[in-house]
């Protein structure tokens, strides 16, 4: 009955964010521009995972706490924590995320505690995003 649909997050840099996204196979669909130019919504969609990534631009926007842009600080704190992203192989991930200079070269693959094997890059306004490999049997 239910199946999830979009994220959405707020971006200092709309087209920052289209490019960044479009490496990890987001592919803009749609655009909606307030009348007054305040705020831009945009529609990226992932198409093997028939799932939406909503981008929110303001031209007033307002930073958020330094608290976010680690796990370390930010998953003790009531709220959405990161964008997580399923790949088939980790290790091919990670090289093809080295590779467009989105991840660092000496990024570790990290044995998740519930059993997934992932790692942590962030976007261009440094929100998290979790690349992760999950086999377990219940993701069949």
Request: net charge negative; hydrophobic share 40%.
């Amino acid at each position: 009955m239910y199946s999830p649909h979009h994220v959405a997050i707020s971006v200092s840099d709309r087209n920052k964010a289209i490019m960044f996204y479009a490496q990890l196979d987001f592919k803009e669909v749609q655009t909606w521009n307030s009348e007054d130019g305040s705020l831009t919504i945009t529609h990226l969609k992932n198409e093997s995972a028939n799932f939406i990534l909503e981008l929110f631009c303001y031209t007033n926007f307002a930073q958020a706490p330094n608290t976010i842009f680690e796990t370390s600080t930010d998953l003790p704190i009531l709220g959405t924590k990161h964008l997580g992203l399923r790949v088939n192989s980790i290790e091919q991930a990670k090289q093809d995320l080295i590779n467009k200079k989105i991840a660092p070269p000496g990024i570790e693959i990290t044995q998740g505690r519930t059993g997934p094997r992932y790692f942590f890059i962030k976007d261009p306004d440094g929100i998290l995003v979790e690349i992760l490999e999950d086999n377990r049997k219940f993701m069949a």
